[in-house]
């Protein structure tokens, strides 16, 4: 089956970077629409970056400009750089393919946890 397994989480202060991670198996990443969502403590699941086949890519306001999805295919792995960190960034950060047209995922990593302090 189709497995995502994210990493790169941490905790940093305000204003710094981190770069996650996400290896995919199961299927051809360049053949799948996939994204990052996150879930804040006590917040609903909020999608902030996707890409698709094609490598069009769209983000949530929260995050344009600060944040930028990337994918390598022939690593089948998908990145998310995110720059000048807020504490609101602080959530639990997953790797999600296979879009669907209700706008959610089929499959999903097991999450990575950022933590931003100020």
């Known amino acids: 089956g189709v497995q995502l397994v994210e990493s790169g989480g941490g905790s940093v202060e305000t204003g710094g970077s981190l770069r996650l991670s996400c290896a995919a198996s199961g299927y051809t990443s360049s053949n799948f629409c996939m994204g990052w969502v996150r879930q804040a403590p006590g917040k609903e699941h909020e999608g902030i970056a996707t890409?698709?086949?094609?490598?069009?890519?769209s983000y949530a306001d929260s995050v344009e400009g600060r944040f930028t999805i990337s994918k390598d295919s022939a690593k089948n792995s998908l990145y998310l750089q995110m720059n000048n960190l807020k504490a609101e960034d602080t959530a639990m950060y997953y790797c999600?393919?296979?879009?669907?047209?209700?706008?959610?995922?089929?499959?999903w990593g097991q999450g990575t946890q950022v933590t931003v302090s100020s």
């Open positions: 890409i698709n086949s094609a490598g069009w890519v």
């Open positions: 999600a393919a296979g879009c669907t047209a209700a706008g959610g995922y089929k499959f």
